[in-house]
């Protein structure tokens, strides 16, 4: 490891005096730019896209989705077996597999990591996706058993190589009692050789890996500022490949410089309005639809994001199975409708206060305010007055209930249609903003109930087609009570820009990026 130290040391020096780049770069080394920060290297303590993917290349889970599909197939699992009530699971472990520290992968290792995960209860983690499971067992050595609270067919999903909590981890280097911070050891193709925070990461391919070997022997990562040098760090040829996350106007650039590829994929990040159903007006479903029918989506992707996100008009987003477009497209005669029926006019006209935050998301997010204020007054029955308050003050007011109508985004937790319904509708409302379960109105009490049925049926069923039925009724009716609005699908999440010489870029629903496929060409 000293010696290994000492050679990317020379590659990062080199990186940092080449003109160019990449001659500077041995063959066998990628470097990826990003403007993503790590946070806490502890799977299970951390809750963000670039930890979450630095864990995905050292580590890895039971299952997974094979690339470019949402289907689980087995990764340290060979198999697994559901029993009949649906609250055990039972997996056949796969033989042979080594940890990055040299310790045997088996059903001990498996109960130490979900027992440890589970006792921590990291604040920062993602302890919620895994609380389903009641005890996990080793039943031999390379058997392990789950034992669910409850029937719940997202539950496979839950435990993927994209979920970090889930991975499996060493019991001989990872501490039991403590939070990781970069102390752990995985399966995967990769370990970490060294980290500076916010200056660069390196990944070492590990040579005991039991898959296939990755395509290239060494990862650099490099952390940015800013989109703009992000961009010009792809440009100058310093990163082999740049992802996550660039201005709309760069991308329209960076598309005409031959030599660069510009790759996209599928991107299940979302963008939405909330309401908080507690509070006036939004307690009023002709209000909320009417407002869903005035926002004018196509002028947000074409003026803020140059064509390049998409409209929206379900949360769950195009690619995913069941995915339907459920809201109806723009039609202010038939929002003026509805506001006259709620009793409202151009003398009485309705006084709505848009909330945003105004770098969470990046730049943009003023501009998107003021087309939706743009749009909604185009009723001339409506006067929109925006605020916007930094992310810890707002991510704070909106859990008080003290947000009527703001913007969030939401990236999935889980590869599943329920992770992008049931967070605000069933589970929970109040941390989210939508406060459906203490809704006052009558009709918004309803809306709970049968949304609590719905979606409660679907996660008891494995069956695909069912639980597809289940779900797109759940998303005609959410258009239908518009407790949320989807506005645009976030692509500009999902490109990448890589040199020409790159190989390997995969980018799918998944929203795994996996290094271990990159490799350059001549």
Do not use: C
């Amino acid at each position: 490891m000293q010696r290994f130290g000492v050679l990317v040391l020379g590659v990062i020096l080199a990186l940092g005096t080449a003109s160019a780049g990449q001659g500077a770069v041995p063959r066998d080394t990628i470097v990826v730019g990003t403007t993503d920060k790590i946070t806490e290297l502890s799977p299970e303590n951390s809750y963000d896209y670039w930890t979450w993917h630095v864990i995905q290349q050292t580590a890895e889970g039971l299952v997974d989705f094979r690339p470019g599909t949402t289907d689980i197939v087995p990764k340290l699992a060979t198999s697994w077996q559901v029993s009949p009530d649906g609250r055990v699971y039972t997996f056949q472990l796969r033989r042979g597999v080594r940890f990055t520290d040299g310790a045997p992968f088996d059903a001990q290792s498996v109960k130490f990591t979900f027992d440890r995960a589970l006792r921590l209860k990291g604040p920062e983690g993602a302890v919620g996706l895994i609380s389903g499971i009641q005890r996990v067992d080793a039943a031999g050595p390379l058997t392990a058993r789950f034992l669910i609270k409850e029937a719940d067919a997202t539950f496979l999903s839950r435990l993927t190589s994209q979920v970090a909590i889930s991975v499996i981890l060493s019991p001989k280097t990872t501490p039991a009692n403590a939070f990781a911070r970069g102390r752990y050891a995985g399966t995967g193709p990769y370990r970490i050789a060294q980290y500076v925070p916010g200056q660069r990461l390196v990944l070492e391919a590990y040579p005991g890996y039991w898959g296939i070997r990755p395509r290239s022997r060494r990862v650099i990562e490099v952390f940015y500022a800013n989109a703009q040098a992000l961009a010009s760090a792809v440009e100058a040829g310093q990163v082999d490949v740049a992802f996550r996350t660039f201005n709309p106007d760069d991308i329209r650039r960076l598309e005409q410089n031959p030599r660069l590829q510009v790759v996209r994929g599928p991107m299940p990040s979302v963008r939405y309005i909330v309401f908080n159903v507690r509070t006036q007006p939004f307690d009023d479903a002709r209000v909320r639809r009417a407002v869903a029918l005035a926002v004018d989506r196509d002028r947000i992707v074409r003026d803020v994001f140059a064509g390049i996100n998409s409209p929206l008009y379900s949360m769950v987003p195009p690619g995913m199975w069941s995915h339907t477009p459920a809201f109806p497209r723009r039609n202010l005669e038939q929002a003026k409708r509805l506001l006259a029926e709620a009793g409202y006019s151009e003398q009485n006209k309705l006084q709505l206060t848009l909330w945003y935050t105004p770098t969470h998301y990046g730049d943009t997010e003023a501009d998107v305010a003021a087309v939706l204020k743009s749009s909604l007054e185009e009723t001339g029955i409506v006067s929109v007055t925006l605020r916007s308050s930094e992310w810890s003050d707002y991510t704070s007011a909106m859990a008080k209930g003290q947000l009527g109508m703001f913007l969030l985004g939401w990236f999935p937790d889980f590869v599943d249609p329920d992770n992008f319904l049931s967070p605000w509708l069933v589970e929970a409302p109040d941390g989210l903003g939508t406060y459906l379960h203490q809704a006052r109105s009558t009709t918004d009490r309803q809306y709970y109930e049968r949304f609590r049925t719905l979606l409660g049926q679907a996660k008891r069923t494995t069956d695909r087609a069912r639980r597809t039925a289940l779900y797109r009724e759940a998303q005609q009716m959410l258009a239908e009570s518009a407790i949320l609005v989807p506005l645009w699908q976030n692509q500009l999440q999902g490109i990448a820009v890589a040199q020409r010489n790159v190989r390997g870029i995969v980018l799918d629903l998944t929203t795994t990026f996996r290094t271990w496929l990159l490799s350059k060409g001549s």
